[in-house]
């Protein structure tokens, strides 16, 4: 059966009548003709009802589109899907709208109350031909005689051929992609992810910090117009849990943060099951409602409130009573707490100042309009029929009031009442003010003994509290939340890139309240103790001495870095303790201690045999490679020295304390500091005498390590009466002289290979050149090291003896006569 549109059927009637009536046959009187054109009408009126009955609810790909008299329906009526013209306007939207509320009545409810969602808002069709179809892309499309309208459609991510658009019953318009038995294989796209003013159940209000795409609605800029307007409502773009409201870009109120099921400004949550949804994704609000309640949604209005059929509202920050959460409106002076503007219908008599048609302007924007001009004193609409544009008048005209007028006009109003009001309320405030100075004297006076007994005591502890948590908020990121190691018997992770925590109870325990007999030592950072957990692991715990010439910089650097550094040649640490005064670090525990225990003990520099220490040199210099080049960040440790060279069971070395390690920017190759630091007879000369920091200071303390390790002496003791050199000033002399292996441990057995050590001593000599360009890189002096092959250059006069050097031309610098070199400088002004 043929199916007819009713356009088309009213044009058949027409047209018909008109044939009928010029035909003038001579067989056919008027009432024939007016029986035949009844019959007719009841036939395709008839027909236009079948029409009707055969209202769908989707639309395919390759189906007749949806055209400008019809419409789609969900399933159970709830929401129609079609093209309206709201108030006097004459463009054509298409939009979602409730069918039939329940309980209300089509008829008595405004098309904009009913209206939930609108495709094309900002770009209406000019008449009746438009279409909505599913172009052979998959994609929704709009199409007029004037072409293609932009909607919201255009958004649809991917194209499909099998492609159906239907109308849902909680009013979501769902583009899908369906497999060949008509089952859905993805949803392609929604107006849910698209809203416009109007949010209903399901839908969701947010940001998706993911995707960057944000759920928010948007108000109209009338209630004739679908435009978009001024006001916006939707997540917090800065992550916090909270929604604003935004009047052109600026935050106009606020929700208050999430907690507890309900929002800090709102004083219930209104109706409705509300759910926050916030993680790393996204942050969002949805609700639900019961499945009695058909009809209930929340709608931004062009004034910026939040109001909802059968609901409350909320973000009114109108100028008499703003709700809790508005943001204080910023006007000038001329308005004062006295002026007001009220409604009216009438005249004005004279013109007022017209904004252009640019100036599409919303009722409230032009109320912003006047109130910033201090010589505007009413203001209203341009079009009475869509509720925009802009028209104010100053001083110079009057308002004349008449009921023939359509005109609503806001009129600029003083009441005089209201500001003696103010005044007397303003007075009453200053007249009480001495009498809170007075208590507030009393109050102050009978505590102020009671304070002053507290006072140091309380201040003491709050500091300490304030330092703590300062400290632990600094290291969030490389620490792991406290508590998590709070016990003592807990198993270490040995595969962790995160500090835990310990608390002091159990650190305590280990060290049986620091006894003397687990005190392995004491260095710059303060006493090291040895300490052993319930479940037998052995751990090392160095306690910040408040004595110490290091501190807070020192441990927060160490535990900042040594989370980032991975390497088997650099210490582990486990741990720390933040508690109060007490700055603990826990380390994995060398049986073998430091380097120098060994080195420099005469009877336990025996068990150090060539291999052991060419193994030792190989670590050390492994680990300042990672150091320099490899690791994450690029990494000057600044006090490199035996005494930071620990020994695990097998003598395998691994670098510690790096309290005073320096961090660079890849690029970057020197800087130049006033806080030196590090140690006497390490430190480089450029670094102690004018502060210039570099990879080559370490390079410099290397070499120093290097003839340490292969003499068993320390740098800072004195060798040769005659001319009291330290030892790079011996190693130098005796490299002069030809007889280097003089320079060799007399605890070395005869087996020793010379001709490694003689490369040792070249190497380090190299290392302590004086200029830091002379000196080779790290990835040099493991290749030195490792490789015979490579033919290594003559070392110049090494800085730091106490000889004048008559090759150079100028004055080296004289080391003092020290006998230890444990002692670490933390604050050194640079000259």
């Given at each position: 059966?043929?199916?007819?549109?009713?356009?088309i059927?009213?044009r058949i009637?027409?047209?018909?009548?008109?044939?009928?009536?010029?035909?003038?046959l001579?067989?056919?009187?008027t009432?024939?003709?007016?029986?035949?054109?009844?019959?007719l009408s009841?036939?395709?009126?008839?027909?236009?009802?079948?029409?009707?009955?055969?209202?769908?609810?989707?639309?395919s790909?390759?189906?007749?589109?949806l055209?400008?008299w019809?419409?789609?329906?969900?399933?159970?009526?709830?929401?129609k899907?079609?093209?309206?013209?709201?108030?006097?306007t004459?463009?054509?939207y298409?939009?979602?709208?409730y069918?039939?509320?329940?309980?209300?009545g089509?008829?008595?409810?405004?098309l904009?109350?009913?209206?939930?969602?609108?495709?094309?808002?900002?770009?209406p069709i000019?008449?009746?031909?438009?279409?909505?179809?599913i172009d052979?892309?998959g994609k929704?499309?709009?199409?007029?005689?004037g072409?293609?309208?932009?909607?919201?459609?255009?958004?649809?991510?991917?194209?499909?051929?099998n492609?159906?658009?239907?109308?849902?019953?909680?009013?979501?318009?769902?583009l899908?992609?369906?497999?060949p038995?008509?089952?859905?294989?993805?949803t392609?796209?929604?107006?849910?992810?698209?809203?416009?003013?109007?949010i209903?159940?399901g839908?969701?209000?947010?940001?998706?910090?993911?995707t960057?795409?944000?759920?928010?609605?948007?108000?109209?800029i009338?209630?004739?117009?679908p435009?978009?307007?001024?006001?916006t409502?939707?997540g917090d773009?800065n992550?916090?849990?909270?929604?604003?409201?935004?009047?052109?870009g600026?935050?106009y109120?606020?929700?208050?943060?999430?907690s507890?099921?309900?929002?800090?400004n709102?004083?219930?949550?209104?109706?409705?099951?509300f759910?926050f949804?916030?993680?790393?994704?996204?942050?969002?609000?949805?609700?639900?409602?019961?499945?009695?309640v058909s009809?209930l949604?929340?709608?931004?209005?062009?004034?910026?409130?939040?109001m909802?059929?059968?609901?409350?509202?909320?973000?009114?920050?109108?100028?008499?009573k703003?709700?809790?959460?508005?943001?204080?409106?910023?006007?000038?002076?001329?308005?004062?707490p006295d002026?007001?503007?009220?409604?009216?219908?009438?005249?004005?008599?004279?013109?007022?100042?017209?904004?252009?048609?640019s100036?599409?302007l919303?009722?409230?924007?032009?109320?912003?309009?006047?109130e910033?001009?201090c010589s505007?004193?009413?203001?209203?609409?341009?079009?009475?029929?869509y509720g925009?544009?802009?028209?104010?008048?100053n001083?110079?005209?009057?308002?004349y009031?008449?009921?023939?007028?359509?005109?609503?006009?806001?009129v600029?109003?003083?009441?005089?009442?209201r500001?003696s009001?103010?005044?007397?309320?303003?007075?009453?405030?200053?007249?009480?003010?001495?009498?809170?100075?007075?208590?507030?004297?009393?109050?102050?006076?009978?505590?102020?003994?009671?304070?002053?007994?507290?006072?140091?005591?309380?201040?003491l502890?709050?500091?300490?509290?304030?330092?703590t948590?300062?400290l632990?908020?600094e290291?969030?990121d490389?620490?792991?939340?406290?508590?998590?190691y709070?016990?003592?018997n807990?198993t270490?992770d040995?595969?962790?890139?995160?500090?835990?925590?310990?608390?002091?109870?159990?650190?305590?325990m280990?060290?049986?309240?620091f006894?003397?007999?687990?005190?392995?030592?004491?260095?710059?950072?303060?006493?090291?103790?040895?300490?052993?957990?319930?479940?037998?692991?052995?751990i090392?715990?160095?306690?910040?001495s408040?004595?110490?010439?290091?501190?807070?910089?020192e441990?927060k650097?160490?535990?900042?870095?040594?989370?980032?550094?991975q390497?088997?040649?650099?210490?582990?640490?486990?741990g720390?303790?933040i508690?109060?005064?007490e700055?603990?670090l826990?380390?994995?525990?060398?049986p073998?201690?430091?380097?120098?225990?060994f080195?420099?003990?005469?009877?336990?520099?025996?068990?150090?045999?060539?291999?052991?220490?060419m193994n030792?040199?190989?670590?050390?210099?492994?680990g300042?490679?990672?150091?320099?080049?490899?690791?994450?960040?690029r990494?000057?440790?600044?006090?490199?020295?035996?005494?930071n060279i620990?020994?695990?069971h097998?003598?395998n070395?691994?670098?510690?304390?790096?309290?005073?390690?320096?961090?660079?920017?890849?690029?970057?190759?020197e800087a130049?500091t006033r806080?030196?630091?590090?140690?006497?007879?390490?430190?480089?000369?450029?670094?102690?005498?004018?502060?210039?920091?570099?990879m080559?200071?370490?390079?410099?303390s290397f070499?120093?390590?290097?003839?340490?390790i292969?003499?068993?002496?320390?740098?800072?003791?004195?060798?040769?009466?005659?001319?009291?050199f330290?030892l790079?000033g011996?190693?130098?002399?005796?490299w002069?002289?030809?007889?280097?292996?003089?320079?060799?441990?007399?605890?070395l057995?005869?087996?020793?290979?010379?001709d490694q050590i003689?490369?040792?001593?070249?190497?380090?000599?190299?290392?302590?050149?004086?200029r830091?360009?002379?000196?080779p890189?790290?990835?040099?002096?493991?290749s030195m090291?490792?490789?015979?092959?490579?033919?290594?250059?003559a070392?110049?006069?090494?800085?730091?003896?106490?000889?004048?050097?008559?090759?150079e031309g100028?004055?080296?610098?004289?080391t003092e006569n020290?006998?230890?070199?444990?002692?670490?400088?933390?604050?050194?002004?640079?000259?």
């Amino acid at each position: 059966m043929l199916v007819l549109s009713p356009p088309i059927i009213a044009r058949i009637l027409k047209r018909l009548s008109r044939c009928l009536n010029n035909a003038k046959l001579p067989f056919m009187s008027t009432e024939t003709r007016n029986s035949v054109i009844l019959t007719l009408s009841c036939y395709l009126f008839l027909n236009s009802a079948i029409y009707a009955g055969a209202e769908r609810d989707s639309i395919s790909r390759g189906q007749q589109p949806l055209r400008d008299w019809e419409s789609l329906s969900s399933a159970n009526k709830v929401f129609k899907l079609k093209y309206f013209s709201p108030g006097n306007t004459k463009g054509r939207y298409l939009g979602i709208c409730y069918n039939t509320p329940p309980d209300y009545g089509e008829a008595n409810l405004p098309l904009y109350d009913r209206t939930v969602w609108v495709a094309n808002r900002n770009n209406p069709i000019a008449d009746a031909s438009g279409s909505l179809l599913i172009d052979t892309d998959g994609k929704l499309k709009i199409n007029s005689r004037g072409g293609d309208i932009t909607s919201v459609f255009n958004s649809a991510p991917v194209a499909s051929i099998n492609a159906t658009a239907t109308l849902l019953d909680n009013g979501n318009f769902v583009l899908r992609e369906l497999n060949p038995d008509g089952s859905v294989n993805q949803t392609l796209w929604q107006s849910f992810d698209y809203p416009t003013d109007t949010i209903l159940p399901g839908m969701r209000m947010g940001i998706n910090f993911k995707t960057g795409h944000q759920w928010s609605l948007t108000g109209w800029i009338s209630k004739e117009l679908p435009s978009a307007g001024s006001f916006t409502i939707g997540g917090d773009p800065n992550g916090t849990n909270q929604l604003i409201i935004w009047y052109k870009g600026n935050v106009y109120w606020t929700t208050g943060i999430w907690s507890n099921g309900r929002f800090a400004n709102l004083a219930k949550l209104l109706d409705g099951d509300f759910t926050f949804i916030s993680n790393e994704n996204e942050k969002y609000l949805t609700y639900s409602v019961n499945e009695n309640v058909s009809f209930l949604y929340y709608r931004i209005d062009p004034s910026g409130i939040v109001m909802g059929i059968v609901l409350g509202s909320f973000g009114d920050c109108s100028f008499l009573k703003p709700d809790e959460g508005c943001v204080k409106k910023t006007l000038p002076d001329c308005r004062k707490p006295d002026y007001w503007f009220e409604s009216r219908v009438g005249y004005m008599l004279g013109d007022g100042y017209r904004f252009g048609e640019s100036y599409n302007l919303s009722i409230f924007e032009c109320q912003d309009k006047c109130e910033q001009n201090c010589s505007c004193v009413a203001y209203a609409s341009r079009t009475t029929q869509y509720g925009t544009g802009c028209e104010i008048w100053n001083k110079e005209t009057n308002f004349y009031a008449s009921g023939y007028a359509d005109r609503e006009i806001f009129v600029l109003k003083r009441d005089a009442g209201r500001e003696s009001t103010y005044v007397r309320e303003k007075h009453k405030l200053a007249a009480r003010k001495w009498w809170i100075w007075l208590i507030t004297a009393f109050c102050g006076t009978t505590l102020l003994a009671f304070t002053i007994f507290c006072f140091f005591n309380v201040r003491l502890k709050g500091m300490v509290r304030a330092k703590t948590r300062m400290l632990l908020n600094e290291l969030e990121d490389t620490i792991t939340s406290p508590g998590k190691y709070n016990q003592p018997n807990d198993t270490m992770d040995k595969k962790m890139s995160q500090v835990n925590t310990f608390s002091f109870e159990s650190i305590a325990m280990a060290t049986n309240n620091f006894a003397d007999e687990n005190k392995l030592g004491e260095g710059g950072f303060g006493p090291v103790y040895k300490g052993t957990l319930p479940c037998g692991q052995e751990i090392a715990i160095k306690r910040l001495s408040r004595s110490s010439g290091q501190g807070m910089r020192e441990f927060k650097n160490e535990i900042q870095l040594i989370a980032k550094l991975q390497h088997t040649n650099l210490v582990r640490l486990l741990g720390c303790c933040i508690q109060g005064e007490e700055k603990i670090l826990v380390y994995e525990y060398m049986p073998n201690k430091s380097l120098d225990f060994f080195l420099f003990n005469w009877n336990r520099g025996e068990l150090l045999n060539w291999t052991d220490r060419m193994n030792i040199i190989g670590g050390v210099a492994q680990g300042l490679l990672y150091l320099h080049k490899y690791s994450r960040l690029r990494v000057i440790h600044r006090d490199l020295k035996a005494s930071n060279i620990l020994l695990d069971h097998d003598m395998n070395p691994k670098i510690s304390d790096f309290g005073l390690a320096r961090i660079f920017e890849v690029q970057q190759t020197e800087a130049n500091t006033r806080r030196i630091v590090g140690t006497y007879g390490y430190m480089s000369p450029e670094y102690a005498i004018k502060g210039i920091v570099s990879m080559k200071s370490d390079v410099f303390s290397f070499g120093v390590l290097l003839l340490e390790i292969v003499s068993g002496k320390r740098n800072h003791n004195c060798y040769r009466s005659e001319h009291p050199f330290n030892l790079i000033g011996l190693a130098w002399e005796l490299w002069m002289e030809g007889r280097v292996l003089e320079l060799m441990d007399s605890r070395l057995d005869d087996s020793s290979p010379k001709d490694q050590i003689m490369r040792c001593i070249n190497v380090g000599l190299l290392c302590v050149q004086d200029r830091p360009e002379d000196r080779p890189s790290m990835t040099d002096v493991v290749s030195m090291l490792t490789n015979n092959t490579v033919q290594l250059p003559a070392p110049k006069q090494p800085s730091f003896f106490t000889e004048s050097s008559s090759h150079e031309g100028k004055s080296e610098i004289a080391t003092e006569n020290y006998c230890s070199n444990i002692l670490s400088i933390s604050i050194m002004e640079a000259r």
